[in-house]
């Protein structure tokens, strides 16, 4: 049952072009990987529980696991056009010779930005070949490195390829890559020349819609070419490569493949079934529907732009029918899309808590309580239009209400079983995540028969590998330039002046709430945590910001941006699912933001909301 693409809410045809572009070794080795990358740890549990020791060197390989697949999803949102980056361009006709220029114009620049990045990764892979280090099982560590440099050759051909203007297009780009080439080769004594050119060339191109990892990577690399620092361009893939070390990165496929695998099943349905029976007898039942199914959708897909596209065209004629007005039905859709953020399994939580060095248990703990208050407060205003708008009000059913949450108990139990394994203390945050996607495999391939195991799961793999790619990639080049802004000591000159400026804990925590509401509307949410939050979490500390706290602020804050104009992802995505123009969507949003906003307010200056609740998970 797959209606929807759950990356692009297209229909499976619409993406059908893109999906021929993956590679039938592509196909087979996500498959096989994302299999593995499951199994792997719910074995290592069983056998920990069954003799008291799981599988040697099981913690290794399913970090390099994670590395792999995220190189194959690079590769794959590259065919696809997935990169994460700014739609500036979207709005233009396709076709037409503006757009294809400027696609064009920031497919060169990609190219020669993964080209360096090959090379530069190929210097640190043939570095290591001598270490003599090795995994458990005799397979030598550098191995499992060769994926990166051969990935980003691999992505700079495909942008050469890819060209929206043909073969002109191609050799033009081509010909970018060899002359940027030699003129790293023969540099000489003036590299300082190539700066300014080169930064406003690599802004110009992400203006134009460049990926936001050749952004952060090309300047990264320029930077240390021009600069006095000791440290290569290599430095930008040798933090790339250090990823397999990060002990949690193997929960961000996992949990995207959770999502991906309930949401191309029927479960969105099913629980639009429950939550209705569930609210629909009380005042503003259907909205409350709408949000509390909206929110449950968030947490297991991890990102409000799956839910909008797959919920909206069911909850939002449900509004229409219960005679709710339409500007309000489209704001409360637009708004809910992000509800569910801080609640568990979401992604962004736990990729904060790998990048910013906080445990994800903590976070979820501490969440729980700001995530509910942001329900509560959109919820009583959804009450309050209901009633005013006259909105019927169903009888309650109980056999009805029996019926519908026995049959979405599988759907409503994901998140409650990946939150349970892991405040059990039986696994861990990967091992978690895992159990979480054999649950999903095992509900919709077995329980519903929702997805085919062979005509539609390779398919769901591959979409779900294209999110993970485009992460993983971004992560990994984001971790070279926070090196150059460590080795030029930024971080310590960005703490020198907030604390020259700013002499209070509150009137830092209101600054950031501030800034975080404007950057997170420009930044998808997933590059503003891997960019951002390296730089607030000293900052935290400077201020003696608990660290969770600080965690969920920083969420918070993200998510309200989602609804802040002119910019927000969700206001972006309503416009273009419901056909309506962003102005229009802007007016019917602003009460949302507004509440929203008093509801994150709420949570920076109440603390004890966080702390009081992580804290009886510190113990």
Same mark, same amino acid.
């Given at each position: 049952?797959?209606?929807?693409?759950?990356?692009?809410?297209?229909?499976?045809?619409? =993406?059908?072009?893109?999906?021929?572009?993956?590679?039938?070794?592509?196909? #087979?080795? $996500?498959?096989?990987?994302? +299999?593995?990358?499951?199994?792997?740890?719910?074995?290592?549990? !069983?056998?920990?529980?069954? /003799?008291?020791?799981? &599988?040697?060197?099981?913690?290794?390989?399913?970090?390099?696991?994670?590395?792999?697949?995220?190189?194959?999803?690079?590769?794959?949102?590259?065919?696809?056009?997935?990169?994460l980056g700014l739609a500036t361009t979207a709005f233009i006709r396709e076709g037409h010779p503006v757009r294809r220029l400027a696609d064009f114009l920031g497919g060169a620049v990609s190219a020669v930005t993964a080209m360096m990045?090959?090379?530069?990764?190929?210097?640190?892979?043939?570095?290591?070949?001598? =270490?003599?280090?090795? !995994?458990?099982?005799?397979?030598?560590?550098?191995?499992?490195?060769?994926?990166?440099?051969?990935?980003?050759?691999?992505?700079?051909?495909?942008?050469?390829?890819?060209?929206?203007?043909?073969?002109?297009?191609?050799?033009?780009?081509?010909?970018?890559?060899?002359?940027?080439?030699?003129?790293?080769?023969?540099?000489?004594?003036?590299?300082?020349?190539?700066?300014?050119?080169?930064?406003?060339?690599? +802004?110009?191109?992400?203006?134009?819609?460049?990926?936001?990892?050749?952004?952060?990577?090309?300047?990264?690399?320029?930077?240390?070419?021009?600069?006095?620092?000791?440290?290569?361009?290599?430095?930008?893939?040798?933090?790339?490569?250090?990823?397999?070390?990060?002990?949690?990165?193997?929960?961000?496929?996992?949990? %995207?493949?959770?999502?991906?695998?309930?949401?191309?099943?029927?479960?969105?349905?099913?629980?639009?079934?429950?939550?209705?029976?569930?609210?629909?007898?009380?005042?503003?039942?259907?909205?409350?529907?709408?949000?509390?199914?909206?929110?449950?959708?968030?947490?297991?897909?991890?990102?409000?732009?799956?839910?909008?596209?797959?919920?909206?065209?069911?909850?939002?004629?449900?509004?229409?029918?219960?005679?709710?007005?339409?500007?309000?039905?489209?704001?409360?859709? %637009?708004?809910?899309?992000?509800?569910?953020? &801080?609640?568990?399994?979401?992604?962004?939580?736990?990729?904060?808590?790998?990048?910013?060095?906080?445990?994800?248990?903590?976070?979820?703990?501490?969440?729980?309580?700001?995530?509910?208050? &942001? $329900?509560?407060?959109?919820?009583?205003?959804?009450?309050?239009?209901?009633? /005013?708008?006259?909105?019927?009000?169903?009888?309650?059913?109980?056999?009805?209400?029996?019926?519908?949450?026995?049959?979405?108990?599988?759907?409503?139990?994901?998140?409650?079983?990946?939150?349970?394994?892991?405040?059990?203390?039986?696994?861990?945050?990967?091992?978690?995540?895992?159990?979480?996607?054999?649950?999903?495999?095992?509900?919709?391939?077995?329980? *519903?028969?929702?997805?085919?195991?062979?005509?539609?799961?390779?398919?769901?793999?591959?979409?779900?590998?294209?999110? #993970?790619?485009?992460?993983?990639?971004?992560?990994?080049?984001?971790?070279?330039?926070?090196?150059?802004?460590?080795?030029?000591? $930024?971080?310590?000159?960005?703490?020198?002046?907030?604390?020259?400026?700013?002499?209070?804990?509150? =009137?830092?925590?209101?600054?950031?709430?501030?800034?975080?509401?404007?950057?997170?509307?420009?930044?998808? $949410?997933?590059?503003?945590?891997?960019?951002?939050?390296?730089?607030?979490?000293?900052?935290?500390?400077?201020?003696?910001?608990?660290?969770?706290?600080?965690?969920?602020?920083?969420?918070?804050?993200?998510?309200?941006?989602? !609804?802040?104009?002119?910019?927000? !992802?969700?206001? *972006?995505?309503?416009?273009?699912?419901?056909?309506?123009?962003?102005?229009?969507?802007?007016?019917?949003?602003?009460?949302?933001?507004?509440?929203?906003? *008093?509801?994150?307010?709420?949570? %920076?200056?109440?603390?004890?909301? =966080?702390?009081?609740?992580?804290?009886?998970?510190?113990?």
């Amino acid at each position: 049952m797959i209606d929807l693409d759950p990356a692009t809410g297209q229909s499976s045809t619409d =993406t059908a072009s893109s999906s021929k572009r993956v590679t039938l070794v592509e196909r #087979v080795l $996500i498959v096989v990987i994302s +299999v593995a990358m499951v199994l792997v740890p719910v074995v290592e549990i !069983l056998l920990r529980k069954i /003799r008291g020791q799981g &599988l040697a060197g099981s913690n290794a390989y399913e970090q390099r696991l994670g590395v792999w697949l995220g190189f194959l999803g690079a590769l794959c949102a590259t065919a696809a056009g997935k990169h994460l980056g700014l739609a500036t361009t979207a709005f233009i006709r396709e076709g037409h010779p503006v757009r294809r220029l400027a696609d064009f114009l920031g497919g060169a620049v990609s190219a020669v930005t993964a080209m360096m990045l090959a090379y530069a990764s190929y210097l640190v892979v043939k570095s290591n070949v001598g =270490t003599g280090e090795t !995994l458990p099982g005799g397979i030598p560590d550098w191995w499992t490195g060769l994926i990166v440099p051969v990935a980003f050759a691999l992505i700079c051909l495909r942008f050469i390829w890819y060209s929206p203007i043909g073969w002109r297009g191609r050799a033009v780009s081509a010909a970018a890559c060899i002359v940027s080439a030699l003129l790293f080769q023969f540099a000489g004594g003036h590299p300082h020349a190539f700066l300014w050119p080169g930064m406003i060339l690599i +802004v110009a191109a992400f203006c134009l819609g460049a990926p936001v990892f050749v952004a952060m990577s090309g300047a990264a690399m320029l930077l240390f070419f021009t600069s006095e620092s000791p440290a290569p361009i290599a430095s930008v893939p040798q933090a790339t490569l250090q990823l397999v070390q990060n002990p949690t990165l193997p929960a961000i496929p996992l949990l %995207t493949l959770a999502g991906y695998i309930m949401a191309a099943g029927g479960a969105s349905q099913r629980m639009v079934r429950a939550y209705k029976s569930l609210f629909g007898w009380l005042p503003g039942g259907v909205a409350l529907m709408a949000i509390s199914v909206c929110a449950l959708f968030t947490t297991f897909t991890g990102g409000s732009g799956v839910t909008i596209l797959a919920l909206g065209g069911i909850v939002f004629p449900a509004l229409i029918k219960d005679k709710y007005p339409e500007g309000f039905s489209l704001g409360l859709v %637009t708004a809910s899309g992000s509800l569910g953020l &801080l609640f568990p399994p979401s992604l962004p939580v736990i990729l904060y808590g790998a990048v910013a060095g906080v445990s994800a248990r903590h976070l979820f703990a501490g969440g729980f309580l700001p995530g509910v208050l &942001l $329900i509560l407060v959109v919820a009583g205003y959804a009450i309050r239009v209901g009633i /005013r708008s006259g909105s019927p009000r169903q009888g309650f059913d109980a056999r009805e209400m029996r019926t519908a949450l026995w049959t979405a108990k599988y759907d409503i139990g994901l998140p409650i079983v990946v939150m349970g394994v892991l405040l059990s203390g039986i696994a861990t945050t990967v091992e978690s995540a895992a159990v979480g996607a054999l649950y999903a495999l095992l509900v919709e391939l077995i329980v *519903f028969r929702d997805v085919h195991p062979f005509k539609e799961m390779p398919r769901v793999a591959v979409q779900s590998a294209t999110l #993970v790619g485009a992460v993983v990639i971004l992560m990994g080049v984001a971790l070279g330039l926070t090196n150059y802004l460590v080795d030029q000591q $930024i971080p310590e000159a960005l703490v020198d002046w907030v604390q020259a400026h700013f002499h209070s804990q509150w =009137t830092f925590l209101l600054a950031l709430n501030g800034m975080l509401l404007v950057l997170g509307s420009v930044f998808e $949410i997933y590059a503003a945590i891997i960019v951002l939050a390296p730089l607030i979490a000293p900052l935290g500390q400077v201020f003696n910001v608990d660290p969770v706290h600080l965690g969920v602020v920083f969420l918070a804050n993200l998510e309200l941006g989602f !609804l802040f104009p002119p910019m927000g !992802l969700n206001l *972006f995505l309503s416009a273009s699912r419901f056909g309506k123009p962003l102005p229009y969507l802007y007016k019917q949003a602003l009460p949302f933001l507004l509440i929203m906003a *008093f509801g994150v307010l709420v949570i %920076t200056y109440v603390p004890a909301m =966080t702390t009081g609740v992580a804290s009886l998970f510190a113990k």
